[in-house]
C-alpha cells in the first residue's frame, strides 16, 4: 500500500510534515528530529505552537544518498 505524502508550499518551497518525512525514509519521528538537530534536514515552523515541517527537496537529497550508499557498500 502507498501512502501518499501531504505537501504545504511555504515560502516558493514544499514542507511535509515529520510523520511523512519518517515514512518516507523508513525511520521513526525521533530519528527526523535528530536529523533537524543536526542540520541535515531544514524545517520550519508555520504558526507559533503549531506543527513543524520538514524541506521536501533536503529528503529527496537524503534518502539519495542513503540509496547511493546501500548500492555503493
Given at each position: 500500500?502507498?501512502r501518499l505524502?501531504?505537501?504545504?508550499?511555504?515560502?516558493?518551497?514544499?514542507?511535509?510534515?515529520?510523520?511523512?518525512?519518517?515514512?518516507?525514509?523508513?525511520?521513526?519521528?525521533n530519528?527526523?528530529?535528530?536529523?533537524?538537530?543536526?542540520?541535515?534536514?531544514?524545517?520550519?515552523?508555520?504558526?507559533?505552537?503549531?506543527?513543524?515541517?520538514?524541506?521536501?527537496?533536503?529528503?529527496?537529497k537524503?534518502?539519495?544518498?542513503?540509496?547511493a550508499?546501500?548500492?555503493?557498500?
Amino acid at each position: 500500500m502507498v501512502r501518499l505524502m501531504k505537501k504545504v508550499a511555504h515560502k516558493g518551497a514544499l514542507w511535509c510534515s515529520v510523520g511523512d518525512a519518517a515514512h518516507y525514509l523508513r525511520t521513526n519521528a525521533n530519528k527526523i528530529r535528530v536529523l533537524m538537530g543536526s542540520g541535515e534536514l531544514a524545517y520550519t515552523q508555520l504558526r507559533l505552537n503549531g506543527n513543524l515541517y520538514v524541506s521536501v527537496s533536503d529528503l529527496v537529497k537524503l534518502q539519495t544518498q542513503k540509496m547511493a550508499a546501500k548500492r555503493d557498500g
